[in-house]
């Protein structure tokens, strides 16, 4: 590392755990009487990083609105204090709303809460994912989530033959339940 006459290589590697080693090394200008310093530097491997996102409510009725958080973590689940990566929100369920496209900042030091941002509004079993836009590898969800149908809303009536002449009596006549999600 040091290209300076006489001052040889002095660096060090130290694995700290998978995923992350700390590099060590000297650095000598203006010698004899110049200044020496050592310096030690945290490196990590993307390799494992994921984000975990909570918050969401479960179970819940169609129509809940929810607080969401996501936290960028590495491959031993620590918390990535300097992520700044722009993430984009998914579900599996096609009328659901999302918070929008979000970058972090250096203030977010790895985690952010997006209150009053996610309602879903299908019933069944969903997910809320996050992805990190420039490396999709980087992505975590809540999954699981329950989500049962809001109060009846309206009624919707079907009879077959779908025209019956007046006096005629029909055999099929079938009433579904709707929430207001349909």
């Known amino acids: ?107 977010d030091g790895g985690i952010h809460t997006f209150s009053s941002a996610v309602i879903l509004k299908s019933a069944g079993e969903r997910y809320v994912r996050a992805t990190d836009l420039a490396d999709s590898s980087i992505s975590g969800e809540m999954s699981a989530i329950t989500v049962m149908p809001a109060p009846v809303d309206h009624l919707g009536f079907a009879c077959a033959p779908p025209t019956v002449t007046a006096g005629e009596v029909s055999t099929y006549f079938l009433v579904s339940r709707y929430d207001q999600y349909g």
């Open 1 to 107: 590392v040091c290209s300076y006459p006489g001052c040889g290589p002095k660096t060090a590697i130290v694995l700290s755990r998978p995923g992350v080693a700390i590099v060590a090394w000297n650095d000598v200008r203006n010698p004899p009487e110049g200044n020496r310093d050592i310096y030690m530097q945290r490196i990590r491997s993307t390799d494992g990083d994921h984000f975990v996102v909570t918050g969401i409510a479960d179970p819940q009725v169609a129509g809940t609105i929810s607080d969401v958080t996501v936290e960028a973590v590495d491959a031993s689940g620590d918390r990535i204090l300097n992520y700044q990566g722009t993430i984009n929100f998914t579900s599996n369920d096609p009328k659901a709303i999302l918070p929008v496209d979000y970058a972090f900042v250096t203030d």
